[in-house]
Every structure is written in structure tokens, then in C-alpha cells.
């Protein structure tokens, strides 16, 4: 165990801790920016600094181990007068956007800026501008609101292990880009936005939908896999227009794709609510302009925009769907024997339900014809 | 016919290959052949290449032995050499026209050469040259009697620092890697120099690759490593090709790989080539490089020492510092810090250029003022014009103002007056220079280097470039000094690495010692008439002939006048290119 000062506080912290972390501990908050507790250290914001005792220049706290004896001051004059400096300087590079920026609100910078007072700049000069190229539906990048704080880099790499974006160029020509500056084109896990400090980084779905403070948040579970990660999702008008994940879930608020964007089939008019019977046979399926329909169209089955189902379905109660189910599979293991039938889950139920389903299909139905569509 | 004792040596640096060295050299290997003596020649006379001497401005310098008694000859060409061959080798009379003069022998006079001692005297692609002065001597006896412990309290007790910019004792560095418990540790030459107008680590290379392996394997055996490399910039070509001959040579010999000299002592070195990065030259950023990853430095502590290249301890040293090894190991630790002052031992190289007479490379014991090297080595100002400062430190370092020349050359007394040592370069600036021009044009290398990890770096240097550059345009505005002194010392205080930590200095040291040249500029005039958009150009009246000669090169048809009768310079036209000042056969165009 290492003890050290901070702030006169005294403390004792394991070997390894970082001044940052410790000062954490002891309830004292330093500003950072680049900083990301599950990311390596970056050390390029400098707002971290701190005085320790002995050493002629200030230490980046988030880079810094603790020491034996180590005396830290957080908050001097000097420091805060750096402080100033650095958030003027990263001012002086970014639009004054906060007026209809997703992220205001919900924005680091912002909000340092705030807590610093900073209004007049003294560094005002020219401004990095980038063209919008980004093709996906996924991911929005406002590249001049960027800070290089390297955490989308670190995230894609460290945690994603994709490794699409990187630093590229030299000095305040300095960006993050994909390969050869291409449109982003990677897994759209979407980490890289979760873990922006700004508002460089944002869902394109979420754009003009409502700032943070408005909306009503739910924690609930991500259905699309067995994985089962902790979703919040961010709901206005009893409409979902975000989600996100908390840092202190299972899941250490990392989520794929599907979690993170996949929600539209929530409010879809497409979106099936109760169990359909089929009431025509398959052939006699028209197209929406009363086509008939070839075996492959099938496929879309069900999108209101390709065919119309009324004709061929009609919705129905769970108790009935159930009970017909039922008479059909009974019906069945008499006429053909129980290994006719074969049961097949889905990856998006949980453990639970998919011990129940294999029970179902082996106990009732009689057979060990079972299988899952994932094998996570 | 037979001559005796016979050496031609001639200058293949850069600097010589560039005036024309191989063709020299073939152009002796023909005459001597076609003066019959050429079978001669291998037995009795010895001509090869040698590395740079120093004094690049008088190339293609030969040196011609005849029975120990040297000649050089400047300015060699192939034209010149059948006289050469005739008078001197075969007649014994040697060309007095064409052997160099004082200024030449005053240049290495007040030098002292430890480094270079070998550069410009053997062939550096010729390992048994190198050999013949006791070469891997050091590292013989070092391996095969002394513990690492003693070598290492050897270096200590040299006092020698690292020539790579920050002055480190390279022996405590050392001990700390050799401390570490770690199984894998790595030894690594810095040769990334990429200071504009740096040339010594080149030099060094070119001139003498062995010492600097010598001096690897010598560090690599205190501290416990086994593998080396050698991270040097691929616009080096020459540099490159002699090294990894020299390597290939010395791994020939059992001096590089498995049970050198015969004990259990393995080491061997690998040539990796930086991509043109000033700030991969920052031993954090150069790992990273190695590591095959974007050079951009990381926080210390740690230090490479403790944790290096792929986590291990790795000790990192200047090619200077790793050359100057085999001469203390030769020489003993008394007599290297027997040169140099209290706390600077031994000697340095410098690049010395600008308004100099004898630009080139020198080397002198430390504390050696100022003045010495600008007037005794350096043979004074171009054009006898007045001294106005010194840059040292290249883009990291500050200048030195004309009164202050008496200032000893070391680590502390640069310090002292807000320059550095640094890697070795050394400008002169005369009357001519403009103070907030030169400061502005090293920012502007930095601000391009900065790696852009760091805020107060890659947006604090532009924002200084932003400020200066309106200054020089006459658009400054009241406070900007203040504001690039304000600026500067957050840079300094809050940059990661040590680009921006130094990068405001030669700002910081030109404000300090020419103030009233940036109040000028905000007054909207340039006092040295550099700074374009502040200069008027005007006709002088007694002196302008009517010759047409401005009229005719204005570009921008800004100058009017008859034949014979005075001409005249419309300013609201005028672009300021200077065509008609350059032109003007009568110096009857000003400028202010
Ligand atoms: C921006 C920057 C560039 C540097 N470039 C070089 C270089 O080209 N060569 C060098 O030897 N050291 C360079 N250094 C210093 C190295 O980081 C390191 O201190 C040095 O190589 C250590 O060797 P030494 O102890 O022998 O001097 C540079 C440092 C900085 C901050
Ligand atoms: S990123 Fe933050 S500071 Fe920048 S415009 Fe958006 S809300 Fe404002
Ligand atoms: S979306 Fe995921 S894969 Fe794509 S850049 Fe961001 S972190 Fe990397
Ligand atoms: S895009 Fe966001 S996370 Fe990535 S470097 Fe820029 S500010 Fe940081
Ligand atoms: S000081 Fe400059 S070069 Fe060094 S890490 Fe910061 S941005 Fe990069
Ligand atoms: S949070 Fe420590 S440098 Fe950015």
C-alpha cells in the first residue's frame, strides 16, 4: 500500500492507483476530458494536472501512480489559471454549436466551460472544418466538434478490437478518420459514441428527437440476444429515442449494434402485437398492387408495405393461438409419430425460456428433435 | 616505379558526395593508373573514402600523404587531379594553389575531437580501419573482464551526459536499466535527428558507424540486453547503407550475435527507419514507432527504463552519447572528464550554419565561449557584418544576443540565459535577421511536428503562429506580446512532451532579448527589412541612373520612369517580391 496526500487528505491505496483514481476515492473531483475509467490513459487534455510536491512542472493525474509520500495539490491558482488556457484553446477550435448540439446537456465540454466561465476567447483563430461523408444510417460525425481525446480510438481498439478509426495527419491538422479517410464503415457497434465526450459523435436517429433532461429514462434488458445486456432506454412521449447503457451494468454499459440502434421495430406500424392465424392458404397471397407473389417475395412476408396479410391472417387471441397450437401438434404426433416434429428457439429468448422450450418439446411433445438458432 | 607510404583519403560525407567526391576519386584511381605506377598503387599507396570532416563549404577536400607528411586540398576536382598525381605523388611537390589555407587550419584549431577523432581520418566502410585504432577494444575488455557494474561506474565517473537534447548522465541511466529484474531488455540509438539544420548525428554515422555500435554493445553489456536497434530516419540514405554495412561487418567479425568474444554475451542490433516524424525523435513516440504504432508520446512516469519498448526496460541514448563510449572505455574516465566544465563534461557537436564564414561541423570541449566558435573556428560574420545573435538548440532552443558572447558553451550556462544545448544545432543571425521572423519561422517547423495528442501543444502552437504571424503582417494589435508571453508559458507548463514543452522558447528568448523588434513590428515596421508586408521599397534619388533595369523586372508594373531620368516606385502597386531590389545594378533601391 502506497500513502500519499491530496489536498492535505490524507490516503492509503493500492500500488498502481493512479492520482486520479485516489483523489476519486477521497470525494475530490478533478476536470478531465479524455480521461476514461475503462479505457487506457491518453493524457492529451491536460485539464487533469495537478501540483505534486518536488516536481518542477504539473502531472497529469490520470497518468500518474501514486508514490510513497507523494504531496498532490488539485486546485491552485496556477492550475485552474491552465485550466482556463486549455478549455480557451479547445473553445477556440470548436463552433459555438451549443444552441442546437445533440449532445448539449449531456456534453463534458460544455459543461467545463460552464464551470470555468468562458466566454470571450483570447486564442480565437482558425477552426478545423470537415465535410460530412458518412453514408450509414448509424453514426453521425461532426468531426469539428472533435477534441481528439482518442477514446472512440481507444474504445474500437481495446474493447471493440475492430481498430477502424485512428489518429491521422500532424499537428492541428490532426483528425480521427477511418483507413485513407474513407466513409466509416465497420461494425456501427456504436461504443465510439457512447464513450464521446462531445458532441463530435451521435446517433443519427437520435437527431432533433429531445435533449437528456427531457426524456424518461427505463432500465430495462436488451431482447435481441441471450447475452442479455442492460439497456436504458431514453423515451419522450412515450416514444424510444435513444438508448443507452449504463457504465454500472453487467454489461459495463457496452453494447452491439442491434442494442444500441435496433430499436425502430418498437414503434414500427410493422411491429406484430398479437398472435395471427392464418385463414387463406400461402398461394393465394397477393402482392399490395394484387400480384401473386413468387416463392422468394415471401420473405418479406408481413411488411404492410409488400403485401396485404388481412387477406391471409387474422389476429387472434393468446388463449386461442395457444389452444390451436396445440390441437395441431397433437393432431400431428398422432397422424406421423413425435419425431416428426422438430422445435427450433431463438437466440433472443433468455436461458430461462429456452429451458422450458427444449423441456416442452422433449417431455410433451416426445422428442429430442430440438435445436436454437444461436449457439452464443 | 615506387612510391612509399602513400595515402590519398578522400571526403565521401553527404557534403562530399554532393561536390562531386566519387568522381574525384575515380578520376585519381585513373591517373594513377595512367601514370603506370597503378600495381603500384595497391601495395604501396592507399586510397579510400573517409567520412566528413567538418568543413563541408570546401568540398571536395583530399588529403595527400606522402611519407606522413599531409596536404589537403580544397575544393578538388576531377579536372584538377592528374596535376595532383604529377607534382605531388610523383614528384614530391605538392600543388600549393589549391592546398587549403589559415582559415582552414584555424577551423580545427580551437576543436577538440573525441567523437570525430576517426570521422574524416578513416574509411568508415572499412572495418579493419577501425580495428587498426584499437576499435572493439573497448568492448573486448569491457565483456570479457569487467562486471557491468564497473563499467557503468566508469561512464558515471566520465560525467558523460546525453548529447540528445536533455543532458540525462548517461551512466545513472544505465545503472537504473541494469537494476530492473526483467529477462528481456532492449539498448536503443536514437538517430532520428530531425532538427532542421542538424547534421552531427549524420555525420557521426556516416563518418564512423563502428564507434556508435561499439558504444551500443558496450551499454548493451551493463544493463543486461541482448537485442538493439537502431532507429534512424529513412531520409539518411547514406548514413543508412553504411550502418548496415558496418553491422553486417561487425556481425562478420563475432562482434554482433550469439557468444561475443567468445564469452556467453549475446547481442544484436536491428536498423528500423523512422518515416519523417520530427517528434518520433521523443523516446516515448520512437517506441511507439518501433511498436509499429502512430509516434505520438506517452506520459512519463513510467520511464523507458523501467517500463520501454513492449513493456520492458529499455535504454534509450542519443548517437552522440553512444560514440563518445568507446573513447572513455579506451581512455579511462579521467581523461574525458578531464575536458568540460564542473558539471558538463567532455565535448560536443555542433552544426554550425547561418551567417558564418565557415559553416560545418565542429566539435569543442564544453564551456568553450561562444565567441571562440563564432570568431576563432567559425572565422566571423559573413561579409564582416555585425553579430546579432546565436540560436542554439535548433526549434527548441533560444538565442543568444551578440553581448552575451561571452557565454560558455555547456549545459547550465546556456540554461542559464534561456537557450539549451539541445541536439547541436547553431545558427548565427547578423543585423539582417529579423528576430520575430527567425522565431516564427522555428514555430512554424514545431507547429507542424506536434504530434496533435496534446491540447496546449497542437492548438496552443497554431495559436501562437496566428498571433506572430500578424505581427510580422503589421496587423498586430496592442497586447499581442503579453499574449504570446501568457501563451507560452502555459504551453511550456502544460504540454505533454518535450516538443511542447520547448516549443515557445525561441519566442520566449527573442521577446526577452529583442522586445523592441516585436514593438517595431507592431508599429508596422520591420528594423532588419525582412518581414515583407512591412517593407517599403523606395528609389534613391543620387543613385538611380534611369537604366530601366527595376522598371523591366516588376512584375506588377509598379515602377515608372523615362530613359535616363529618374524612376519611381508606386507602393499602392508594389507586391513587395524585391525583383527590382535584387536587380538594380546601382544599390539605388531601398527598402525599410
Ligand atoms: C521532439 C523531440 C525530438 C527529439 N529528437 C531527438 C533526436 O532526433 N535524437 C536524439 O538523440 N534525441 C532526440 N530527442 C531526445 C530523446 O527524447 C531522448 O532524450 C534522447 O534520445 C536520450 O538520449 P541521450 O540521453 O543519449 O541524450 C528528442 C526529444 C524531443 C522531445
Ligand atoms: S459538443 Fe458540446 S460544447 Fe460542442 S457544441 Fe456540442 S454541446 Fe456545445
Ligand atoms: S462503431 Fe464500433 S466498430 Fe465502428 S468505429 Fe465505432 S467503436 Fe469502432
Ligand atoms: S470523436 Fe469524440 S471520442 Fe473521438 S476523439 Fe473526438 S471527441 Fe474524442
Ligand atoms: S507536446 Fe506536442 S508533440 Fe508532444 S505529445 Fe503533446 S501534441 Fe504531441
Ligand atoms: S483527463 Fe488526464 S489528460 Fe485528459
Known sequence: MIRLTIDNKAIEVAEGTTVLDAAKMLNIEIPTLCHHPKLTPFGGCRLCIVEVKGVPRPLTSCTTPVSEGMEVATSTPALEDLRKTLLELILSDHPNDCMICEKAGDCTLQELAYFYGIRENRFEGERRIYEKKDGNPFIERDMGKCILCGRCVKVCDEIQGVGAIDFAYRGFKSKICPTFEKDLDCEFCGQCVAVCPTGALTGKMWQLRGRQKDINAIDTTCSYCGTGCNITLHVRNNKVVRVTSKENTWNEGWLCVKGRFGYSFINSPDRLKKPLIRIAPKESIKGSKGQSLKNSDTLTLGRSDTCDFSAIFREASWDEALDYIAAKLKEIKERSGADSIAGLSSARCTTEENYLFQKFIRAAVGTNNVDHCARL | ???????????????????????????????????????????????????????????????????????????????????????????????????????????????????????????????????????????????????????????????????????????????????????????????????????????????????????????????????????????????????????????????????????????????????????????????????????????????????????????????????????????????????????????????????????????????????????????????????????????????????????????????????????????????????????????????????????????????????????????????????????????????LCGLGQTAPNPILSTIKYFRDEYEAHLKGKCPAAVCKELLTYYILEEFCKGCGACLRACPAKAITGEKKKLHKIDPAVCIKCGACFDVCKFKAVGKE
Open chain 2, 1 to 495: 616505379m615506387k612510391i612509399n607510404n602513400t595515402v590519398i583519403k578522400v571526403c565521401m560525407g553527404t557534403g562530399g558526395i554532393a561536390a562531386g567526391g566519387s568522381e574525384v576519386m575515380d578520376a585519381f584511381r585513373a591517373e594513377l593508373k595512367a601514370s603506370g605506377i597503378e600495381a603500384a598503387v595497391e601495395k604501396n599507396c592507399l586510397m579510400h573514402k573517409v567520412g566528413c570532416r567538418g568543413l563541408c563549404a570546401k568540398d571536395v577536400l583530399v588529403d595527400v600523404i606522402v611519407k606522413g607528411q599531409k596536404t589537403t586540398y580544397q575544393y578538388v576536382k576531377p579536372e584538377m587531379v592528374s596535376r595532383i598525381v604529377k607534382e605531388h605523388i610523383i614528384e614530391k611537390n605538392p600543388v600549393a594553389d589549391w592546398v587549403v589555407g589559415d582559415d582552414y587550419h584555424n577551423f580545427h584549431k580551437k576543436q577538440l575531437k573525441v567523437v570525430l577523432s576517426d570521422c574524416g581520418s578513416i574509411d568508415p566502410e572499412d572495418i579493419d580501419a577501425y580495428i587498426a585504432g584499437n576499435g572493439y577494444e573497448a568492448a573486448r575488455k569491457v565483456i570479457t573482464s569487467s562486471a557491468p557494474a564497473d563499467v557503468i561506474g566508469t561512464i558515471k565517473a566520465s560525467g558523460l551526459r546525453g548529447r540528445g537534447g536533455a543532458g540525462f548522465p548517461t551512466g545513472v541511466k544505465w545503472e537504473a536499466a541494469m537494476k530492473q529484474s526483467s529477462k528481456q531488455k532492449y539498448m536503443i540509438c536514437n538517430a532520428d535527428e530531425g532538427d532542421p539544420g542538424a547534421f552531427m548525428d549524420r555525420s557521426v554515422i556516416e563518418g564512423n558507424p563502428h564507434a556508435v555500435i561499439e558504444g551500443m554493445i558496450i551499454g548493451a553489456y551493463s544493463i543486461g540486453s541482448d537485442k538493439g536497434y537502431v532507429y534512424i530516419r529513412a531520409e539518411y540514405p547514406l548514413a543508412v547503407e553504411r550502418l548496415r554495412k558496418a553491422l553486417s561487418d561487425a556481425r562478420a567479425r563475432g562482434f554482433l550475435g550469439k557468444g561475443i568474444f567468445g564469452t556467453k554475451f549475446s547481442f544484436d542490433i536491428k536498423v528500423k527507419l523512422g518515416a519523417g516524424a520530427f517528434v518520433c525523435g521523443e523516446e516515448t513516440a520512437l517506441i511507439a514507432s518501433i511498436e509499429g504504432q502512430r509516434g505520438m508520446p506517452r506520459a512519463k512516469p513510467p520511464f523507458p527504463v523501467y517500463s520501454g519498448l513492449w513493456g520492458k526496460p529499455t535504454v534509450i541514448n542519443n548517437v552522440e552519447t553512444l560514440a563518445n563510449v568507446p573513447y572513455i572505455i579506451r581512455n579511462g574516465a579521467q581523461w574525458f572528464s578531464s575536458f568540460g566544465t564542473e558539471k558538463s563534461k567532455g565535448t560536443k557537436v555542433f552544426a554550425l550554419t547561418g551567417k558564418i564564414k565557415n559553416s560545418g561541423l565542429i566539435e569543442v570541449p564544453m564551456g568553450i565561449p561562444l565567441r571562440e566558435i563564432i570568431y576563432d573556428i567559425g572565422g566571423g560574420i559573413e561579409g564582416n557584418r555585425a553579430l546579432k545573435a546565436v540560436q542554439t538548440g535548433g526549434p527548441s532552443g533560444g538565442c543568444i544576443p551578440a553581448e552575451m558572447l561571452d557565454t560558455p558553451v555547456d549545459f547550465e550556462s546556456l540554461a542559464k540565459v534561456g537557450s539549451i544545448v539541445g541536439s547541436g544545432g547553431m545558427v548565427v543571425l547578423d543585423e539582417d535577421n529579423c528576430m520575430v521572423n527567425m522565431a516564427q519561422y522555428f514555430l512554424q517547423f514545431t507547429q507542424m511536428e506536434s504530434c496533435g495528442k496534446c491540447v496546449p501543444c497542437r492548438i496552443g502552437t497554431k495559436r501562437l503562429l496566428e498571433i506572430i504571424g500578424r505581427i510580422t503582417k503589421g496587423k498586430g494589435k496592442e497586447g499581442d506580446v503579453e499574449l504570446l508571453e501568457k501563451l507560452s508559458a502555459d504551453i511550456k507548463a502544460a504540454s
